[in-house]
């Protein structure tokens, strides 16, 4: 409680800088989910005021009320907490799941299922550990903190966006590699070169992050017909408990975009929502998957 009583007074001189920002909001435009009524939703309910509200379900922990603050006060956190009230929260212990493998040690953190000839191809210069974040992703969602023991390993590749900041604190960020990196590393270039794809660049990075790999993706991708930087509705549990309004900001997002475009995201989880709603779409890995195969 004492997180979200702190984030929730941080306020107070404000005009709500924001809302402006807020995906949900700016497209829904229904009031509780601005950012800092979410926060005061939550701190209402944990105090007892109020009885639950499925509004605490309208995040989807994307980080732009964060990141556009000017004392990055994080709302979606506050929200985030204030969900598990009722189910309580206990912190979750991550397990990974080792597939061999030789030399430094590897976790590849994504919510699709490892392919396994990608996973071969990758056990030769590395001892490959996956983790399933679909395993944890609705614990985290609903309130949870996530505990991963990073130490054992010497990089860390991220296909899945949506349970990050629970995972990577900032100490660790010399050992992530994202996995449109990887593909740069291992001397992917221009890989769709002359074809219409958008890409998207997911939310939950910082401004500097995206930048950084939106001229990564460029140079392993070519140029897209549109780049995306902004969320789509496919995380923090948004999906599962509001998919009318997820749904709904995935077709603003990609408004123009033709469904036969190939999306190409740099988030498992923004695969699995894009496909879902009628999209083509790929991660980074699967172009690697794909020449395994
Ligand atoms: S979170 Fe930041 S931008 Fe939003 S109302 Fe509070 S102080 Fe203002
Ligand atoms: S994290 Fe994103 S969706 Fe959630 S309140 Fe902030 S801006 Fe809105």
């Known amino acids: 409680m004492h997180d979200v009583v702190k984030t929730f007074t941080r306020c107070a001189l404000c005009p709500g800088v924001c809302v402006t920002y807020c995906p949900i909001y700016m497209n829904t435009h229904i009031r509780a989910s601005a950012p800092n009524n979410l926060a005061r939703l939550g701190l ?62 590897l976790l590849v953190v994504s919510s699709i299922i490892p392919d396994q000839a990608l996973v071969e191809y990758l056990k030769q210069f590395y001892s490959i550990h996956w983790l399933d974040t679909g395993s944890i992703y609705m614990a985290y969602w609903s309130g949870s903190e ?22 990577i604190p900032g100490k660790l960020k010399g050992k992530v590699i994202y996995s449109i990196q ?3 590393m291992m001397g992917y270039r221009s890989i769709l070169e002359n074809k219409a794809f958008v890409l998207h660049v997911p939310c939950k990075i910082s401004v500097d992050g995206k930048e950084l790999l939106i001229n990564v993706s460029y140079k392993v991708l070519g140029k897209p017909i549109r780049t995306i930087s902004k ?25 123009g975009s033709r469904k036969d475009y190939l999306v190409v995201t740099l988030c498992s989880r923004a695969k699995t929502h894009l496909l879902s709603s009628g999209y083509q779409a790929k991660t980074p890995l699967d172009f690697i998957a794909g020449d395994m195969n």
């Open 146 to 167: 996530v505990q991963l023991n990073l130490d054992a390993f010497d990089y860390i590749i991220i296909d899945d966006l949506d349970v990050t900041p629970a995972l």
């Open 44 to 105: 209402k309910y944990l105090k007892g005021y109020e009885s639950y509200d499925p509004a605490l379900w309208l995040c989807t922990g994307c980080r732009e009320c964060e990141y556009n603050c000017p004392i990055s006060n994080p709302l979606w956190n506050a929200a985030r907490i204030s969900r598990g009230k009722k189910s309580r929260v206990e912190a979750v212990k991550v397990e990974t799941k080792n597939l061999g493998g030789r030399g430094s040690s």
């Open 182 to 184: 990887l593909l740069e």
């Open 231 to 255: 969320c789509i509705g496919g995380g923090g549990g948004l999906p599962e408990k509001h998919p009318v309004i997820a749904s709904e900001l995935v077709h603003s997002a990609m408004k």
